[in-house]
């Protein structure tokens, strides 16, 4: 009788957790859509001079190649695609990544030294941090930048 029992109760908690992860998304579909900025700023120094923008367009979120995965594409860079591991409804940037832009005779290799992702109630918050080098005419200077930002969902 208490093997029959302790089988029933095995098999109970085993089909509970078939139909609980079978039927659930992965926590990483709800961060998937275009988002675009709604609020915030974006703080860069380079050689002591202190520029402050409002984060502007759109950003798209997608699947990443790996489960749990997304890559986080801003349309204004387009080229650079950053991937995140989604852990609920935080995602936090994969380490070492790079970005490498150049335009009107200037580039800036940027390495992001943090970046988080933080979905609540069809919100996304942005919080982000990196160092980068601006080469310019061929001269090169050292720079820091923060960005806070939130991020409305404006297709899935």
């Not at 139909?19 to 659930?24: A, E, K, L, P």
């Not at 992965?26 to 001079?49: H, L, Q, V």
């Not at 860079?77 to 790079?98: K, L």
């Not at 490498?100 to 919080?127: R, Y």
Request: hydrophobic share 35%; proline share 3%; charged share 10%.
């Amino acid at each position: 009788m208490k093997l029959r029992h302790v089988s029933v109760l095995s098999f109970a908690c085993l089909a509970l957790a078939a139909c609980s992860s079978s039927n659930s998304p992965p926590a990483s579909d709800a961060f998937e859509g275009t988002w675009t900025y709604s609020t915030g700023s974006a703080i860069a120094t380079c050689a002591g001079n202190v520029t402050t923008t409002q984060p502007t367009g759109t950003v798209t979120i997608a699947a990443g190649t790996a489960s749990g995965t997304i890559v986080f594409i801003n349309a204004a860079s387009p080229d650079c695609t950053f991937t995140f591991n989604v852990n609920g409804n935080e995602a936090t940037i994969e380490p070492n990544q790079t970005c490498t832009v150049t335009s009107s005779g200037e580039t800036i290799a940027q390495t992001i030294t943090t970046f988080t992702l933080t979905l609540a109630n069809n919100v996304l918050t942005q919080s982000s941090a990196s160092t980068a080098v601006l080469n310019e005419n061929g001269s090169s200077e050292d720079c820091t930048g923060t960005t806070t930002a939130t991020l409305t969902q404006v297709a899935k």
